[in-house]
């Protein structure tokens, strides 16, 4: 796989905050050595948040963001302040740009609380020392003064002259906390040599040419951990565990043929789907095996909002237009009244709902998958997401949790309440 194609919702995403024209376009170009950001000296170039992927070593596939200044004003500043503020919903890595000459403004302070607030790992970047005529030792006052009000490490630098870019990259990987052993997708489940069926129903919603990318992304993690990825259609499984020789660790099925891959296959082989992996992935498994129990509460008149965050060709059995509305009816014998939200914007309203019923995410990253999750627990409504709906509604949720421990135990303590 080229640079290029790793998707954006799995690269880390690192974005720039400050004031207008301290700079932040142009410590993009620096630390990256491309004119990638449009850099000027007018104020307030940059408006809507500006992405930038690309590969930052040793860190991999990165995304900046190169936002708007916080200072902004007027009806169109406060718009361009909201799209800013809302970018922190998805940042893994903020970095704060300080003017060396004016020093830390309130609005650092500002942005700095709000960031802090999140628990984003934060680094400061004291930019365009080379304006400052002072010592070195009035330099490291500034930053030990800066760093004293900001409360994180603060770096000079001059993004001009690339003075300080090398330190700058140093503090920047030091910030990335390392999570890839705590959020795999599959790779913890399995050892090295294990078999793992994956079934991929080949149907009309199925893109042409392709799979899609939460099985390309299980097929790797899997070859990453020195096991062996099997890919069978829901037809062909019986003959496939038939012929495989060796029982297979794990099935791991698309969610809407369930029913059908439980029914063929024993039922001392663990079975789950890729929306409950991506689910755990995501970081919020258990909140989602919660909110199925919602299901069960339904009554009619109830508002059901269906989220995706994409906005992708409506299929004419749609997965969330159609079956999931379809199924969660069939299930509850109530009418039950659907709204549906698609793309990167969740509604404000999300308290009007009796349940929110999500899309695995796969266009967002995990921060973006989690501030949804606690957007719906900040509201008091459940939320489960399609697979785990899915599963639950055809009957077979413990089975298809049963690989996960604290998936099962909020499933038991969901059904006491
Ligand atoms: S609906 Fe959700 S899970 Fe499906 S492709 Fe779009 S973002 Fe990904």
């Known amino acids: 796989m080229s640079v290029n194609d790793t998707p954006r919702s799995s690269r880390l995403h690192i974005a720039l905050f400050g004031r207008r024209n301290a700079g932040k376009s142009s410590i993009i170009n620096a630390v990256t050595r491309q004119d990638i950001a449009v850099v000027s000296p007018v104020k307030g170039t940059t408006t809507d948040p500006v992405y930038k992927s690309m590969e930052l070593l040793p860190l991999g596939p990165v995304v900046f963001i190169d936002t708007a200044g916080l200072d902004d004003d007027g009806e169109l500043g406060e718009l361009r302040k909201k799209k800013t503020l809302e970018v922190l919903n998805k940042t893994d890595v903020a970095l704060i740009v300080i003017d060396a000459a004016c020093g830390v403004t309130s609005f650092d302070r500002q942005i700095a609380e709000i960031v802090q607030s999140k628990a984003i790992p934060t680094l400061g970047i004291l930019n365009k020392i080379d304006l400052l005529e002072t010592h070195t030792e009035d330099l490291d006052d500034l930053v030990r003064s800066s760093e004293e009000k900001l409360g994180f490490k603060v770096v000079p630098v001059s993004a001009v002259d690339q003075?300080?870019?090398?330190?700058?990259?140093?503090?920047?990987?030091?910030?990335?906390?390392?999570?890839?052993?705590?959020?795999?997708?599959?790779?913890?489940?399995?050892?090295?040599?294990?078999?793992?069926?994956?079934?991929?129903?080949?149907?009309?919603?199925?893109?042409?040419?392709?799979?899609?990318?939460?099985?390309?992304?299980?097929?790797?993690?899997?070859?990453?951990?020195?096991?062996?990825?099997?890919?069978?259609?829901?037809?062909?499984?019986?003959?496939?565990?038939?012929?495989?020789?060796?029982?297979p660790r794990l099935v791991i099925t698309d969610s809407q043929v369930f029913l059908k891959v439980a029914a063929?296959?024993?039922?001392?082989?663990?079975?789950?789907?890729?929306?409950?992996?991506?689910?755990?992935?995501?970081?919020?498994?258990?909140?989602?095996?919660?909110?199925?129990?919602?299901?069960?509460?339904?009554q009619d008149g109830d508002r059901v909002l269906i989220a995706e965050s994409c906005t992708h060709h409506q299929q004419p059995d749609d997965i969330g237009k159609v079956k999931i509305p379809r199924w969660i009816r069939?299930?509850?014998?109530?009418?039950?009244?659907?709204?549906?939200?698609?793309g990167m914007k969740f509604p404000d309203n999300v308290k009007d709902y009796s349940l929110i019923v999500h899309c695995g995410g796969c266009m967002m990253n995990r921060r973006q998958m989690l501030w949804r999750v606690e957007q719906a627990v900040e509201a008091g409504v459940p939320i489960v997401n399609y697979g785990v709906a899915i599963a639950h509604v055809q009957g077979i949720l413990e089975r298809a949790i049963s690989p996960f421990p604290l998936a099962s135990l909020a499933w038991k303590e969901s059904l006491q309440e």
């Open 163 to 247: 003075q300080g870019i090398t330190q700058l990259k140093k503090a920047l990987i030091a910030t990335v906390p390392n999570e890839d052993d705590k959020f795999r997708i599959v790779g913890d489940l399995i050892n090295p040599g294990d078999l793992v069926v994956l079934v991929v129903p080949i149907d009309k919603a199925a893109p042409k040419g392709r799979l899609i990318l939460p099985q390309q992304q299980t097929i790797r993690d899997i070859l990453e951990s020195d096991a062996i990825a099997v890919v069978t259609k829901e037809y062909e499984l019986r003959e496939t565990l038939e012929n495989l020789g060796k029982k």
């Open 264 to 298: 063929d296959m024993p039922k001392e082989i663990p079975l789950t789907s890729f929306s409950i992996l991506f689910a755990r992935n995501k970081g919020n498994l258990e909140e989602m095996v919660r909110g199925a129990r919602a299901i069960d509460r339904l």
């Open 330 to 342: 069939q299930a509850t014998g109530r009418q039950i009244e659907f709204d549906f939200a698609n």
